[in-house]
């Protein structure tokens, strides 16, 4: 069984910075790509980022391209989401999940693990 637990969440005013992190458990977590998903409130969950198993490619939703960067840390078991120049209509409950693929994919059915969500409030 895999767990994923975010954190980095919080209040940040626009134009500022976070970091998110999602901690991953088990052996597995090299042998498949990662991604990050959004969920603001009334409006369906998106795709975010995602990153290949090695980290060597990366996608990005066009309303994040060029602020936000998806990282991995195989050797601990982590992968993060760097998000500058922070809007308010980036304000959502952010979750991380591991696909079932080694591939980076933004198709949110090719992912079978979620963690719980961060929330991240960006204040105009």
């Known amino acids: 069984q895999v767990q994923l637990v975010e954190s980095g969440g919080g209040l940040v005013q626009a134009g500022g910075s976070l970091r998110l992190s999602c901690a991953a458990s088990g052996r597995t977590f090299s042998s498949y790509a990662m991604g990050w998903f959004r969920q603001a409130p009334g409006k369906e969950r998106e795709s975010v980022a995602a990153?290949?198993?090695?980290?060597?490619?990366?996608y990005y939703a066009d309303s994040v391209k060029g602020r936000f960067t998806i990282s991995r840390d195989n050797a601990k078991n982590t992968v993060y989401l760097q998000m500058n120049s922070l809007k308010p209509e980036d304000t959502a409950v952010y979750y991380c999940?591991?696909?079932?693929?080694?591939?980076?994919?933004?198709?949110?059915?090719?992912?079978?693990?979620w963690g719980q969500g961060t929330q991240v409030f960006v204040s105009s």
């Open positions: 990153i290949s198993r090695s980290g060597g490619i990366t």
């Open positions: 999940a591991r696909s079932s693929f080694t591939t980076a994919t933004m198709t949110q059915h090719q992912y079978d693990y």
